[in-house]
């Protein structure tokens, strides 16, 4: 039987857009034979979307409301979305019509042989200077540090087997890191070029200052790729190195001081050997403290610190 397809949308104060799109969303499904929900997920709007969305649900049992006590964040509206969802395949979207629903046949014939299909925005429609440089570089620095190389992470527009968002926690505004955590643990990924529109209505609720929170969540997801299992390995050779430079130049110092009995209380040096021993010796602790955190995470959640694919010949 052909799976079972959830399409995950949250919405942030976007009253005029959802009747559009609700009546796209189901003209794009009528092409479709799959069955399926669509899970919107209120993210505390002030305005009318969660009447408007009541009014949707009270007439079509496929449809789902979730509804937030306030505005928590896009991330976490998805995984609202993912947590009441039963399909297969989740497909998530933006609200504002931004996504074209007429995309997702594609994205349903392309997930048969995909664990992700992401939509490219190749001709967006948004402002040069304040959305698409900005994203321009972040793309590319995100192919960069996470080895995974897509033209648009921030495209809301993709699909995923219900299997990969399973083993995925969502925290800050990592949804858009989605393909590159499951990149890392085997999952096939294929992008396709999708369509999209300008604003029509409403206005958007992120500017500039994304950028920045996506960059240090790229830190984040970058740290724990690498260093979650042994983080003494992140700081510790750091605190060596400057430890070990701090002492020499101690040593240096003790030498003049005792052999040729120089004064040494006025040397820049001085303070330089004090600070580079004591950032050593914080840095190693910074990462003892790491390890015993990671040991906490994983053995309180039970979280194996491998990936296995299949197992031959166990009895
Ligand atoms: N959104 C949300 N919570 C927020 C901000 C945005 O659920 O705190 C939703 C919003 O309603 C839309 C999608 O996330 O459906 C993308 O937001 P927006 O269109 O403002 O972003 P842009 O297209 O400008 O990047
Ligand atoms: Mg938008």
Redesign the pocket.
């Known amino acids: 039987m052909a799976e079972f397809i959830s399409i995950i949308?949250?919405?942030?104060?976007?009253e005029e857009s959802l009747p559009h799109l609700y009546k796209a969303l189901k003209d794009a499904m009528k092409k479709v034979k799959n069955p399926y929900e669509f899970v919107f997920?209120d993210?505390g709007s002030r305005d009318g979307s969660l009447g408007v969305l009541e009014g949707i649900q009270k007439k079509d049992s496929k449809v789902v409301v979730v509804s937030f006590r306030r505005?928590?964040?896009?991330t976490p509206?998805m995984a609202a979305g993912f947590h009441y969802a039963r399909g297969d395949v989740y497909i998530t979207m933006?609200?504002?019509l931004?996504n074209d629903p007429a995309d997702i046949p594609l994205l349903i014939e392309k997930i048969k042989d995909a664990d992700i299909v992401s939509g490219w925005r190749k001709h967006r429609k948004?402002k040069f200077l304040s959305?698409k440089l900005p994203s321009k570089i972040a793309n590319w620095l995100i192919g960069r540090v996470t080895g995974v190389k897509l033209h648009d992470y921030?495209c809301?527009l993709k699909a995923y087997r219900k299997e990969v968002i399973d083993n995925i926690r969502l925290y800050g505004e990592m949804h858009r890191f989605i393909p590159a955590i499951a990149s890392w643990v085997g999952a096939d990924i294929i992008e396709v070029e999708t369509n999209h529109h300008p604003?029509k209505y409403g206005?958007?609720?992120?500017g500039i200052m994304?950028t920045f929170k996506v960059i240090l969540d790229l830190i984040t997801v970058k740290f724990l790729q690498s260093f979650s299992t042994r983080p003494i390995h992140a700081f510790g050779p750091v605190g060596l190195f400057l430890g070990a430079v701090g002492f020499i130049m101690g040593l240096y110092l003790t030498y003049l001081k005792v052999f040729t009995g120089a004064s040494i209380g006025a040397r820049p040096l001085l303070l330089l050997s004090i600070l580079c021993i004591i950032l050593g010796v914080q840095l190693i602790i910074l990462g003892l403290l790491g390890e015993m955190l990671a040991r906490v995470y994983h053995e309180s959640q039970d979280k194996p610190i491998f990936v296995v694919k299949k197992v031959l010949g166990k009895k």
């Open positions: 949308v949250p919405v942030y104060n976007e997920v993210d505005n928590f964040g896009q509206a933006d609200a504002d931004q948004d959305r921030g809301t604003r206005v958007s609720k992120y994304r």
